[in-house]
């Protein structure tokens, strides 16, 4: 049974940064990319970021371009994202969730099965 672990979330200051983790079991680096969401209060969740397990290609949206880096350990199969630069927008629950492929399409019924999500808070 694959099962994700979403930690690292937090209180932080806008323009503070955070590394977000998300451990996996039951899943093969090999086969497998994993995607980080996440859910503004009030709006929908919205794709962030994925990464190839097996090459560590990686996607960015838009709107953490720059900002947010994302990054694996495959021998902790551990995903990483690395978010700097915070604005109060980045105000989320962040979750991961595994999917075959990262391309850049975040369509979330390719994805699953889902972490817990994280609280991600960004005070201006």
């Known amino acids: 049974e694959v099962q994700l672990v979403e930690s690292g979330g937090g209180l932080v200051q806008a323009g503070g940064s955070l590394r977000l983790s998300c451990a996996a079991s039951?899943?093969?680096?090999?086969?497998?990319?994993i995607g980080w969401f996440r859910q503004p209060p009030g709006k929908e969740r919205e794709g962030v970021s994925c990464i190839s397990l097996r090459v560590g290609n990686a996607h960015y949206a838009d709107i953490v371009k720059g900002r947010f880096t994302i990054s694996r350990d495959s021998s902790k199969n551990t995903v990483y994202l690395q978010m700097s630069s915070l604005l109060p927008e980045d105000t989320a629950v962040y979750f991961c969730a595994a999917s075959m492929a990262c391309t850049g399409n975040y369509n979330e019924h390719d994805f699953g099965p889902w972490g817990q999500g994280t609280q991600v808070t960004v005070s201006s």
């Open positions: 039951g899943l093969s680096f090999d086969a497998h990319a």
